[in-house]
C-alpha cells in the first residue's frame, strides 16, 4: 500500500469510493419470500417450440429433437425455484424410456408449441394413404 502513495502526498478520501459506500449486497434468501418468487416468476421462459420426432416403432413414441434447447436450469437452481416452475405449469415430459437416465424435459402443455415431424415405416402406419 505504500508502495501506491507518493512520497509527499497525503491519501485522501477516495470519492468513487464515498459514491457508492450506500451499496449493500444482499444475499439472495435473505430477501422477502414474495420478492425472491417474484424473481423466479420473471426468470421463466418464454413459451418454446418443441420439435419432437414421431415414430411408429411399435406403437408410437414421441423423441424431442431440440432436447439440449429444453433444459430448464432454473429448475434446478434449488427447492423454491422448482416449486415455481411446477406451479407455473411445467411437467416433466418426453422421456427416454429406453433410457432409465433420463427424467424428460420440462414442458408447459398450456404455453409451449410441440412440432411434430412424421417418421415411420409408410404411410399406411399414419393413415395417411
Known amino acids: 500500500m505504500m508502495d501506491l502513495i507518493h512520497q509527499g502526498e497525503e491519501a485522501g478520501p477516495d470519492p468513487e469510493a464515498e459514491q457508492h459506500s450506500d451499496l449493500t449486497f444482499h444475499r439472495f434468501m ?4 414474495e420478492l425472491r418468487e417474484a424473481i423466479w416468476r420473471n426468470a421463466l421462459p418464454e413459451p418454446r417450440i418443441v420439435s419432437v420426432l414421431v415414430y411408429a416403432f411399435p406403437g408410437l413414441k414421441l423423441a424431442p429433437l431440440n432436447r439440449g434447447e ?3 436450469d432454473l429448475s434446478q437452481v434449488c427447492y423454491e425455484s422448482r416449486r415455481v416452475v ?5 411437467v416433466l415430459a418426453l422421456r427416454d424410456e429406453d ?3 433420463d427424467t424428460g424435459v420440462w414442458f ?9 415431424t412424421l ?7 399414419w393413415g395417411l394413404s
Not at 411446477?86 to 411445467?90: D, K, L, S
Open 30 to 33: 435473505d430477501l422477502p419470500p
Open 86 to 90: 411446477r406451479e407455473a405449469g411445467y
Open 70 to 72: 429444453l433444459k430448464l
Open 108 to 116: 408447459h402443455p398450456k404455453r409451449d408449441i410441440l412440432e411434430r
Open 119 to 125: 417418421w415411420g415405416p409408410g404411410e399406411e402406419e
Open 99 to 101: 433410457d432409465p437416465k
